[in-house]
């Protein structure tokens, strides 16, 4: 299994941006496909994006369509969520996720086998 730590999170105002990074251990990282996902108390941890291997495939939750970007620097073994236009809803902890399976990016938490500890974002109003 790959080694995930998230950074980058913290205390914004809505409509202001943060960028998450997450850096993974091993020499394999270019063979994974990567997620970003987030959970709020109390509520289940939800899909936000995924990348391809490569990086040349990337997809989105509605709810973050349009504002945030996932990238991915293989070179690095580093996997970047930049968030824009924050909202009072985005507050959560953000985990990034490695997926081994060698096929499409998923939004299924399932199809993920390789977690972070997650990094807090909180934003206010």
């Known amino acids: 299994q790959v080694q995930l730590e998230e950074s980058g999170g913290g205390l914004a105002q809505a409509g202001d941006s943060l960028r998450l990074s997450c850096a993974a251990s091993?020499?394999?990282?270019?063979?994974?496909?990567m997620g970003w996902f987030h959970q709020a108390p109390g509520k289940e941890r939800e899909f936000v994006a995924a990348i391809s291997r490569s990086g040349s495939s990337t997809y989105y939750s509605d709810a973050v369509k349009g504002r945030f970007t996932i990238s991915k620097d293989n070179a690095k073994n580093t996997v970047y969520l930049q968030m824009n236009s924050l909202d009072v809803e985005d507050t959560a902890v953000y985990y990034c996720?490695?997926?081994?399976?060698?096929?499409?990016?998923?939004?299924?938490?399932?199809?993920?086998?390789?977690w972070g500890q997650g990094t807090q974002v909180t934003i206010s109003s």
């Open positions: 996720a490695a997926d081994r399976r060698g096929l499409g990016v998923s939004h299924r938490r399932s199809e993920y086998d390789s």
């Open positions: 091993g020499r394999t990282f270019s063979s994974y496909n």
